[in-house]
């Protein structure tokens, strides 16, 4: 049995899909499986990591599981810690830990450090385990179809910042084969996507792809900061996020991982694009 946790996620909810079309077993954690729509054939239990206690029956029987965490960077009481210690008592035999590019090292120290305990919980585990390291995802840019629903305006912030975005679905692909294919446990997968783009050129083939003329407007930092603030993190926190952000240019390197696993290419944005806003236009 696979157990996916976040299993309604961008990525979770992709890894369910693929595997169960491979016909694997697989159950999927979500913490309200009464709202939840899954393939056919596969099992969904109940979990949430704030109430440890209700992983123990999500992790019963599993020996693969796919691990993630939508806590904001720096939250205490790590949720992989909780998954971890239930996923030893289970017993089982291999992790798929979904982490973030470069384990989250180049940038702030705060959310470096915040990311090596989290990256930590499983490597110190004593479980067979795989870390994906994504960069930004593809599907960020899902939040401006509400804006793109009132007119042509879409505000963008860090519109300059370039980076590899990746494709959930590729994500995935690589977690299954990681299940799949036992010469990539205990590795490290950098993941990126096939070209190096701007949030700005991403809005550009929005733009085209919905045969529309959009404009693009950048919130300042402070802006950026107060946003963040108003969705519940506390201001020295996002301050400590927002820095992190702009040090440098880690995240813009392509990398080959995503091709060498899946024996293909990396799928471009403007694919992805096309499916996912042309879709719904």
Aim: hydrophobic share 45%; charged share 20%; proline share 5%.
């Amino acid at each position: 049995m696979i157990l996916i946790t976040g299993a309604t996620g961008h990525v979770g909810a992709k890894v369910v899909t693929q595997l169960a079309a491979r016909g694997l077993p697989v159950r999927a954690m979500t913490r309200r499986p009464e709202a939840a729509t899954f393939p056919a054939g596969v099992e969904v239990v109940a979990g949430d990591c704030d109430e440890p206690a209700s992983l123990a029956k999500a992790f019963e029987g599993v020996e693969q599981a796919f691990l993630m965490t939508s806590q904001p960077t720096g939250s205490p009481n790590l949720h992989t810690v909780v998954q971890v210690a239930a996923a030893q008592r289970a017993g089982v035999k291999h992790l798929v830990k979904l982490s973030v590019a470069a384990g989250g090292e180049e940038g702030h120290e705060l959310v470096a450090a915040w990311h090596r305990r989290d990256e930590a919980a499983v490597t110190d585990s004593g479980i067979d385990h795989t870390l994906l390291r994504p960069g930004r995802f593809m599907s960020n840019t899902l939040g401006w179809k509400h804006m793109l629903g009132r007119g042509d305006t879409v505000h963008v912030a860090f519109a300059h910042r370039a980076s590899t975005p990746i494709a959930p679905e590729d994500i995935a692909a690589v977690a299954v084969e990681a299940f799949t294919n036992p010469a990539l446990r205990n590795r490290k997968l950098e993941l990126s996507g096939p070209e190096v783009l701007t949030p700005e050129q991403e809005l550009a083939i929005v733009g085209e792809v919905l045969g529309r003329r959009l404009t693009l407007v950048e919130p300042t930092t402070a802006q950026a900061i107060d946003g963040m603030v108003r969705g519940g993190m506390a201001r020295d926190l996002a301050e400590k996020m927002i820095e992190h952000v702009l040090a440098g240019d880690y995240g813009a390197d392509v990398s080959p991982v995503v091709e060498q696993v899946l024996g293909r290419p990396a799928t471009t944005f403007r694919r992805w694009a096309a499916t996912h806003f042309k879709e719904e236009s």
